[in-house]
């Protein structure tokens, strides 16, 4: 197969033990399709992949064939030229017999242009499986921020790790939206958010909280609105809900509460991501929330839950 009539697009995603259903889930809530067993999913649709948590590139596909001597000939037949590029190649899986330098090398010499190894403007991704090469442009790479936020200044033992706070965000918003997380704690969502894009709003009944959220934000030079309040009694309309359900002294959960909180956001997004250890979907269903899906989130001997939730009047 040559060159595609209209633009598709490649796309990787890490592939994490236990993850598999989470990671399939940002992938189609992002590109509107969902990877395969290589983690490897093909859209129509281009998507900038930098707020990804699990999602790792985009790439435009120019070229799909089933041999190296098919590529090669696409490439000449082509005139692919470019400056100051670099070719990568990408072997799905890892195990293949495949010497990537040296395919590096051979295809890139097929390219007119000036190779640059240490500071591209053009790369190129060969990716490989046993059966299908894939040649395209990369366009964009996760930017791994949330590396940097699970180094914030203000953390407890409670607080979302910043991969998984990231995943919630694209689960349910993408950039320009408005997204509310009423229990904010010390912010991880709502920096996830802001990050992205997104108008992020938060609440938290702690001051210390609130104060903790805020100097996070300023840390990493971001805005978002945050202000003591009690998710009871929230009000507004948000595009989305993205929240860790709150704990009481000493981690326990007040069933009561939150039943109280939920009952409160029904009427304040269309769609949410609630993430809870415990099983939420009797209070959702109660409340009259319709339950789009449950990911099972699997830390050691522990597992959260995430409720995609959507609300229909």
């Excluded at 983690?39 to 998507?47: A, F, K």
């Excluded at 442009?137 to 607080?159: F, G, K």
């Excluded at 840390?219 to 809900?241: E, K, P, S, W, Y």
């Excluded at 809870?276 to 009797?282: E, G, M």
Aim: proline share 5%; net charge neutral.
């Amino acid at each position: 197969m040559k060159s595609p009539a209209t633009p598709i697009y490649l796309y990787l995603t890490a592939i994490p033990d236990r993850l598999t259903e989470l990671v399939t889930a940002e992938c189609i809530a992002m590109t509107g399709s969902a990877p395969n067993a290589h983690g490897i999913s093909i859209s129509e649709h281009r998507v900038d992949v930098s707020r990804g948590a699990y999602l790792k590139s985009c790439s435009e596909v120019l070229f799909e064939t089933t041999s190296l001597t098919e590529l090669r000939a696409d490439i000449r037949s082509a005139g692919l030229h470019a400056d100051e590029f670099r070719v990568s190649i990408v072997k799905k899986p890892r195990s293949l017999k495949i010497n990537s330098m040296e395919l590096a090398r051979d295809i890139g010499s097929i390219i007119g242009g000036n190779a640059n190894l240490s500071s591209p403007q053009v790369t190129f991704l060969v990716v490989f499986t046993a059966e299908k090469i894939w040649f395209g442009r990369l366009l964009s790479e996760s930017d791994n921020m949330w590396l940097s936020h699970n180094q914030r200044p203000y953390v407890t033992s409670s607080s979302l790790p910043a991969r998984l706070a990231r995943v919630l965000v694209n689960l349910v918003a993408r950039p320009g939206d408005s997204l509310l997380d009423p229990c904010c704690g010390t912010g991880t969502i709502v920096m996830s958010a802001a990050h992205s894009g997104i108008r992020a709003v938060g609440y938290d009944t702690n001051l210390r909280m609130i104060g903790a959220t805020t100097k996070n934000l300023r840390h990493f030079g971001l805005t978002a609105d945050v202000t003591l309040g009690d998710a009871r009694q929230v009000n507004g309309q948000f595009d989305a809900i993205a929240t860790d359900l709150p704990y009481g002294i000493n981690l326990i959960k007040d069933n009561s509460q939150d039943a109280e909180i939920l009952a409160n956001l029904r009427t304040c997004a269309p769609k949410a991501a609630f993430i809870d250890l415990r099983d939420l979907s009797k209070p959702l269903n109660d409340l009259g929330y319709q339950i789009e899906t449950v990911l099972p989130v699997p830390k050691l001997s522990i597992v959260r839950r995430i409720f995609i939730t959507s609300v229909i009047e």
